[in-house]
Antibody, heavy 125, light 107 residues
Framework: EVQLVESGGGLVQPGRSLRLSCKASGFTFGNYVMTWVRQASGKGLEWVGLIRSKAYGATTEYAASVKGRFTISRDESKNIVYLQMNSLKSEDTAVYYC????????????????WGQGALVTVSS | DIQMTQSPSTLSASVGDRVTITCRASQSITSWVAWYQQRPGKAPRILIYQESSLESGVPSRFSGNGSGTDFTLTISSLQADDFATYYCQHYNSYSRTFGQGTEVEIK
């Protein structure tokens, strides 16, 4: 069974940092692009960024709203993807979802087919 | 960057109604469009990928269509379970872009 479990959310002051983790299981983690999506309370879904598989250099892409402040990384030995958030702002307050993205071994895109339960990040003084 | 504009923002309908939600891309795109359903307090769930492919386990009353700039999600006969918010999403090699969402509410 595919599972994505986020952790590391919480209350943080503006300007500080926080790191979210997403533990993946039930699939060949190394084959997949992993994506973070966030949702502010009462608002829509916003793509945050993605990390390609190690085979594709574990390269990353980010939304303009977080570029230069957020960093996504992955640990293949632990099947974990991380979201390092620096210089946090009040507008970063949201539930952050870890999602399974493209299967790079097949080359097909099946959408964001598995989602974690979400981690709440609140940026406030 | 490609923008995805959904309409309507809110849709009032009754059980048994046929419902169509539209997503318009800011420029012509290939069929890399997915649709998601989100119930309150829950993570989104994928319904459709690659414009018209039904995700395993999703009822056949959901269907996707479109090409170029205009894409649609249709629910052929609305059920009580279907009152939720729906999002379209575009994929390309360097980003994923969501529409702003359509809330389907009970009339």
């Amino acid at each position: 069974e595919v599972q994505l479990v986020e952790s590391g959310g919480g209350l943080v002051q503006p300007g500080r940092s926080l790191r979210l983790s997403c533990k993946a299981s039930g699939f060949t983690f190394g084959n997949y692009v992993m994506t973070w999506v966030r949702q502010a309370s009462g608002k829509g879904l916003e793509w945050v960024g993605l990390i390609r598989s190690k085979a594709y250099g574990a390269t990353t892409e980010y939304a303009a709203s977080v570029k230069g402040r957020f960093t996504i990384s992955r640990d293949e030995s632990k099947n974990i993807v991380y979201l390092q958030m620096n210089s946090l702002k009040s507008e970063d307050t949201a539930v952050y979802y870890c999602t399974r993205d493209k299967d790079e071994s097949s080359g097909y895109y099946y959408g964001l087919d598995y989602w974690g339960q979400g981690a709440l990040v609140t940026v406030s003084s | 960057d490609i923008q995805m504009t959904q309409s309507p923002s809110t849709l009032s309908a009754s059980v048994g109604d046929r419902v169509t939600i539209t997503c318009r891309a800011s420029q012509s795109i290939t069929s890399w469009v997915a649709w998601y359903q989100q119930r309150p307090g829950k993570a989104p769930r994928i319904l459709i990928y690659q414009e018209s492919s039904l995700e395993s386990g999703v009822p056949s009353r959901f269907s996707g269509n479109g090409s170029g700039t205009d894409f649609t999600l249709t629910i052929s006969s609305l059920q009580a379970d279907d009152f939720a918010t729906y999002y379209c999403q575009h994929y390309n090699s360097y980003s994923r872009t969501f529409g702003q969402g359509t809330e389907v509410e009970i009339k």
